[in-house]
């Protein structure tokens, strides 16, 4: 039961979020000068591990990990796990 309510909550959080970004989105296509917004540049992709998190994961089989750590390479996920 609260596998479900923890997803319907991320999900939700998830839709408020992306709700803020929609108007932008489209909007970058108008000549509207209300949206313009300066050229960011991102960092480059590489590999890392963020540890001593407590990783909430949406796999009821894994559940919560507290102290896990994130491996991250290229922008994806590519492992979590504890210590």
Not at 19 to 47: C, H, K, M, N
Request: aromatic share 6%; hydrophobic share 45%.
């Amino acid at each position: 039961m609260c596998e479900i309510c923890r997803r319907g909550f991320l999900g939700g959080m998830a839709a408020v979020g992306t709700a803020g970004v929609i108007p932008v989105a489209f909007a970058q296509g108008t000549s509207d000068t209300r949206f313009e917004r300066p050229a960011i540049t991102l960092p480059q992709r590489g590999e890392f591990v963020i540890t001593n998190a407590y990783v909430i994961t949406m796999d009821p089989q894994l559940g919560d990990i507290p102290n896990g750590s994130v491996h991250v390479r290229n922008g994806a996920i590519v492992a979590v796990g504890a210590g």
